[in-house]
């Protein structure tokens, strides 16, 4: 899955969500798996705590994808696969 394809995706749950409310949610393809983070507090780093638990889902080395808010109308997408990682801000309309 590329970046792009999960700012889509991401985009839509925005579109009925609202963004106001809107929790790290990543994605791991290969096993069709989708989650969220609920329950993270509002003083923690949302970057790292969201790479953290993402990181703690995948499997020898997966690729898996991690969205979370980085601003009032920007959400971050990191991508890894074993060692490998990219990331790009998008906005959210």
């Not at 609202?18 to 069709?32: I, W």
């Not at 983070?37 to 949302?46: A, H, I, N, S, V």
Request: hydrophobic content about 40%.
């Amino acid at each position: 899955m590329t970046l792009d394809e999960f700012a889509t995706l991401t985009r839509r749950v925005i579109a009925e969500d609202g963004f106001d409310d809107y929790a790290p949610t990543a994605v791991y393809p290969d096993r069709r798996h989708l989650q969220v983070l609920t329950g993270l507090p509002g003083t923690e780093d949302t970057e790292k705590a969201a790479l953290e638990w993402a990181a703690k889902d995948a499997q020898n080395g997966e690729e898996y994808l991690v969205a979370f808010k980085v601003g009032s109308d920007r959400f971050k997408i990191v991508r890894r696969i074993g060692p490998f990682s990219e990331d790009e801000i998008f906005k959210i309309g």
